[in-house]
């Protein structure tokens, strides 16, 4: 039934314009699916999916991690874009983005795998960044500010 609902999930979104959480469930749901926010949240980060804008709106796609200029390229787009702000508290990195961006932004961060970053979790327009020390957080927000310049 998994396996199925992925499929699905994978075919509507490269048919359709999702870009909510909202938006996937009731699709899923007029397909026949029974499914809760909490099922489709799960299949998100499973599916490994993000969201890109496209002519303005936002939409959900599958995120294909890789090496290469290119590929990094997008992925300091990505945080361009989307990022708001920044502040720290210890080893924590909290990160504020444009709303509906902090998925998108995380998986670019993720990407670009900063030896600093323990692990992260998003929200809908916040990304807390566990770092391994103070220190680290400090040198992680320098980073950031220069790729962000």
Do not use: P, W
């Amino acid at each position: 039934m998994k396996s199925d609902r992925h499929s699905k999930i994978l075919e509507l979104i490269k048919n359709n314009d999702i870009g909510t959480q909202e938006e996937l469930a009731k699709a899923l749901v007029n397909a026949g699916f029974n499914v809760t926010q909490a099922t489709v949240s799960r299949d998100i980060r499973k599916l490994n999916l993000t969201k890109t804008t496209v002519d303005g709106r936002q939409k959900y796609v599958v995120f294909n991690g890789g090496n290469g200029n290119d590929l990094n390229d997008k992925f300091i787009r990505v945080l361009k874009d989307g990022f708001a702000d920044m502040d720290m508290a210890q080893n924590i990195l909290v990160i504020k983005t444009v709303s509906g961006m902090a998925m998108a932004v995380c998986a670019a961060l993720d990407a670009m795998q900063f030896d600093e970053i323990v692990g992260s979790i998003a929200g809908d327009d916040t990304i807390m960044c566990a770092v391994r020390s103070v220190e680290d957080t400090k040198k992680l927000m320098e980073k950031l500010k220069k790729i962000l310049n």
